[in-house]
């Protein structure tokens, strides 16, 4: 077995001071560029008696997609779990459900992070129609990294914070360019 990140744990009240999540309503008026999107198709199973995606089925295509973002990072959330110790959770989230998608949709599911902080990371995702940039429900989401062996907080191994701080919008655009030899 490989011994735990040496990253230092944090007190239980390691989220208190985190702000507010912002209103998935009054969110980023334009949204900074994803840094992860996947495609979904709305089937059968998605949808209520009236054939418009059930509201609760939104939650499961956007964990979908934060999970295959993290996983793109390599971070895998077994792995993180049997070699860190570390288990991610969602702390908070808030929905705005614009308009409805229906059986059949093409949709594409984005993931844009918006802050990182040493044991938690916000988020700003959307569900789009594929052919379309305008969201159908766009959410605003905190998750957060606990420890497997007690769920107390503890901080993100160094090097996913590090990757989830370099997804930031501010680190894509503000690089400086690269020299060429």
Known sequence: ???????????????????????????PEAPPAAAFSMPVRVYYEDTDAGGIVYYANWLRYFERAR?????????????????????????????????PARLDDDLVVDVRPLAARRASCTLWQSARLASHDEPLVVATLRFAA????????????RWLHERIRDALPEARTSEPPKKSR
């Not at 606990?146 to 191994?157: E, L, V």
Request: aromatic share 6%.
């Open 146 to 157: 606990i420890r497997r062996a007690d769920g107390q907080a503890t901080a993100f191994p």
């Open 1 to 27: 077995m490989i011994a735990a990140d040496p990253a230092s744990p944090l007190p239980d009240s390691a989220f208190a001071d985190a702000p507010a999540l912002p209103s998935a309503r009054r969110g």
């Open 67 to 99: 999970t295959d973002w993290l996983r793109s990072m390599g971070a895998a959330h077994r792995e993180l779990a049997d070699r860190h110790g570390v288990l991610l959770v969602v702390r908070e989230v808030a929905l705005d459900y614009r308009r």
